[in-house]
């Protein structure tokens, strides 16, 4: 699927008071401006048009902007978060969606949805049963995508904070899968690179116009991926690492 178009927000001077279970440290917010900068210039280098959004200071969390919302060709869906310090970003995003889309849907109390529990393979959506998404925020997702010819399903899952935590598409029928979702029954059919433990924070990857954007300093997976055939483009986002996002949680991409 070509993107064309990518939404982010900078993150603000209160980055480190978000939520974390990470353990790394606290985030130097130098850095985690300069880190993001580079990731908006690599997508741009990758033929993307980027919209840079402004921190949200009541929000810490804000700069993982995938969270907020769904995007696909035909509509947007605008999330509810599951972390209750969150809820209120979605409203934000909706504002800035509605200069691309005429139709957007809603995720509606008392159900929850984020987006990084939501995995798009082609026409087909997996959505992680979380502790931020549950079983009816799911089930409305997948009803929403059908209406507009799209499938979806849920994943069940154990330990993982989002779906894709643990696990990305980068294209060609080919996942990354890492921890708990390498053998589970959802992805036991598909061709599956599988990430090992100690570079488990690899699997969350982005496929962009036919290069695939990875964290840096994981070079077994690097070179999997590479040996399917695929170019790859590391990027250092370990401020974002401790803060528990990854590659995918810091855009919308469509």
Known sequence: MNISNAIVRKPGENFC????????????????????????NT???CNVAVTVLPSLPQFPDGVFVEDTAVVTEK????????AQT???????????????????????????LE???????????????????????????????KKYGYSGSAVSLKDMLHLKTGIAYISRGVFLTAGELIHHPEFT?????????????????IAVNGSVLMPSGFPVTRKKIESA??????????EFQKMDGGLSCLSLRF
Request: with cysteine; charged share 25%.
């Open 189 to 205: 059919n598909q061709e599956n690179i599988s990430v090992e433990d100690r570079e488990a924070y690899a699997a969350n990857a």
């Open 115 to 145: 987006g990084g529990d939501v995995l798009r393979a082609g026409d087909h959506f997996y959505i992680g049963l979380s502790s931020r998404t549950n079983k009816e925020g799911a089930e409305q997702l997948i009803d929403i995508l």
């Open 43 to 45: 997508l741009e280098k």
């Open 17 to 40: 008071e978000g939520i974390t279970t990470a353990g790394m440290g606290i985030p130097g917010y130098k850095k985690a401006l300069q880190q993001h900068a580079q990731y908006v």
């Open 229 to 238: 055939g695929f170019t790859v483009i590391e990027l250092d986002v370990s």
């Open 75 to 82: 509509c947007a869906v605008v999330c509810r978060p599951g």
């Open 86 to 112: 969150r809820q209120g970003e979605e409203k934000s995003i909706e504002k800035v969606l509605r200069n691309y889309y005429n139709t957007i849907e809603y995720i509606t109390p008392p159900n929850t």
